[in-house]
């Protein structure tokens, strides 16, 4: 079968089953880069004997979609995106006429590493819905704005500062890996907060809405060492009764807790998004986090929770309802 064909019906099968377009094309990419693959290993030798990955890859994946089983299915998307991506690399391999990377130098095999990612990259992003950040192409789409070239030198600089050997076996890949965390970690800087209040809903809801203990990590803009710890959102909707959805409570702290931060700014960015977008009566958010640059240096407390708050509307204006809320957050 034509693989553009095998595409289409793939995605449109997903469809039927009740998946959303965007799942639909990630599903119908992840079948047909698998399926490619195949095709393109037969016949080829490879030392690690890629041929069968592939299929047990996709048939982790297939029985993932017929069941339903997202969370199963976000793993299988990720073996599949590994298996992808070394026989790409066993591709390069081979193009270059390199059989077996382990007699060759280190340094070039992580050359080939880094041309063969880009490679994916681009192979990934023609068949996914384009900007959609699923398992698929989360390489492809996170940490677009950074230059990971940079990242990666500066890294090795740092090791050579501190007195030891970037080329040493444990470390020859740690720039690339830090490359890949502080994609991860700082993806917020390019996200607009705000984008996650665009569905709300006319319930006609007055009364306090809190989620509690969100899971809480970032990073000190001043020494970029950790702070981790829990945010409590909580609103009252305004007089049009408009309310969102509890996710999108916590994706708007991930949004600004995953870019260099300071917990009075990030505890003030979230209160306050949250008063442009929704509208709201009012608004408190209260952060409690312990911040390694105080744990693990410098003054060397560890334990030590910083707590923070920022109130707006009715929170500010009223003793009553703040005092409501506090009680709410911290009687657990």
């Given amino acids: 079968m034509n693989r553009e064909v095998h595409y289409d019906l793939t995605r449109i099968w997903a469809v039927r089953e009740g998946f959303s377009p965007e799942d639909a094309e990630v599903i119908a990419a992840a079948n047909w880069a698998c399926d490619a693959l195949y095709v393109d290993l037969q016949g080829k030798r490879y030392h690690w004997g ?31 995106q590994d298996t992808i991506g070394h026989g790409l690399l066993g591709h390069v391999y081979h193009w270059r006429g390199i059989d077996r990377m382990e007699h060759r130098s280190p340094r070039l095999r992580l050359r080939l590493e880094r041309w063969t990612r880009r490679v994916l990259a681009a192979y990934l992003r023609r068949h996914s819905s384009i900007g959609y950040a699923s398992p698929i192409n989360a390489d492809a789409a996170r940490g ?11 890294v ?100 600004f807790s995953r870019r260099p931060q300071v917990q009075e700014r990030l505890t003030s960015q979230i209160a ?36 923070t708050s920022a109130v707006r509307g009715i929170f500010e204006r009223k003793a009553a309802t703040r005092a409501e809320a506090m009680s709410l957050i911290m009687g657990r």
Avoid: W
């Fill in 50 to 80: 890629l041929l069968g990955a592939p299929l047990v890859s996709r048939r982790r994946f297939l029985k993932a979609v017929r069941e339903g089983d997202r969370v199963a299915l976000g793993e299988s998307l990720h073996a599949l």
């Fill in 144 to 154: 677009a704005h950074m230059d990971r070239e940079k990242i990666e030198s500066g």
């Fill in 156 to 255: 090795r600089l740092i090791l050579q500062g501190i007195g030891d050997d970037p080329e040493r076996e444990g470390l020859l890949d740690t720039p690339r890996r830090v490359a890949d965390m502080y994609a991860e970690i700082f993806a917020g800087i390019d996200e607009d907060a705000g984008e996650h209040f665009r569905v709300t809903f006319n319930e006609g809801h007055q009364e306090m809405v809190l989620v509690r203990d969100i899971p809480l990590y970032s990073v000190c803009e001043h020494h970029l060492l950790p702070f981790l710890g829990r945010a409590h959102v909580a609103y009252v909707p305004g007089k049009h009764g408009r309310i969102c959805g509890l996710s999108k409570l916590a994706r708007v702290v991930d949004a």
């Fill in 272 to 307: 306050d998004t949250i008063v442009t977008r929704l509208d709201p009566a009012g608004v408190i958010v209260v952060i409690e986090a312990e911040h390694l640059c105080m744990s693990m240096r410098g003054v060397r407390k560890p334990g030590a929770q910083t707590v």
